[in-house]
T-cell receptor, first 113, second 115 residues
Framework: GAVVSQHPSWVICKSGTSVKIECRSL??????MFWYRQFPKKSLMLMAT?????????EQGVEKDKFLINHASLTLSTLTVTSAHPEDSSFYIC?????????FGQGTRLTVV | AQSVTQPDIHITVSEGASLELRCNYS??????LFWYVQSPGQGLQLLLK??????LVQGIKGFEAEFKRSQSSFNLRKPSVHWSDAAEYFC?????????????FGTGTKLQVIP
């Protein structure tokens, strides 16, 4: 069964509003989780590393004020897309690391209208 | 820096035909190598992985992949493709020390299966 649960699976929001995506580690206390974004017809790009109890580490070119990451507990990381615009429409997916592989959530399809 | 190249953006095969998806990687040492499949609207499912040992690894759904160090390749194969295999396939590389963490993905290969 799934070891990482992501919610919601899809969301449609109006331009200018904020959207929160949750990523839960179901079977393991994860001090670190990862957020990826998949652009249309392109690969998944790492956006940021979510660190429990401290600030997230963002990859170059990712706006930290636009994509707020909170990792308040060992089983939950959240990604909030603030003041969303149509160009933020994408597929977002989270993961947690393991000893020998990464485990991914189901992904969230965000559409900003 | 590590990188992954999947030279084929899109491949079409007939059902029952064999399949090979190419993957080349760049990494300073022997990496952990993975193949993931993403069905439309779905998340990622791990097909198989290579860490060490036997260079031919077997995965789920009848897939296999061969690690060739001399060619820096990790090509995915299946002897007979089924219509349900139509999906997008991602090759990925991860560091081989300190446990498994970040993954670097290739750009993906979209597989179309025709009757």
């Amino acid at each position: 069964g799934a070891v990482v649960s992501q919610h919601p699976s899809w969301v449609i929001c109006k331009s200018g509003t904020s959207v929160k995506i949750e990523c839960r580690s179901l079977d393991f206390q994860a001090t670190t989780m990862f957020w990826y974004r998949q652009f249309p017809k392109k690969s998944l790009m790492l956006m940021a590393t979510s660190n429990e109890g401290s600030k997230a580490t963002y990859e170059q070119g990712v706006e930290k004020d636009k994509f707020l990451i909170n990792h308040a507990s060992l089983t939950l990381s959240t990604l909030t897309v603030t003041s969303a615009h149509p160009e933020d429409s994408s597929f977002y997916i989270c993961s947690r690391g393991g000893d020998t592989e990464a485990f991914f959530g189901q992904g969230t399809r965000l559409t900003v209208v | 820096a590590q990188s992954v190249t999947q030279p084929d953006i899109h491949i079409t095969v007939s059902e029952g035909a064999s399949l090979e998806l190419r993957c080349n990687y760049s990494y300073g040492a022997t990496p952990y190598l993975f193949w993931y499949v993403q069905s439309p609207g779905q998340g990622l499912q791990l097909l198989l992985k290579y860490f060490s040992g036997d260079t031919l690894v077997q995965g789920i759904k009848g897939f296999e992949a061969e690690f060739k160090r001399s060619q820096s390749s990790f090509n995915l194969r299946k002897p007979s493709v089924h219509w349900s295999d139509a999906a997008e396939y991602f090759c990925a590389v991860g560091p081989n020390s300190g446990g498994y963490q970040k993954v670097t993905f290739g750009t993906g290969t979209k597989l179309q299966v025709i009757p």
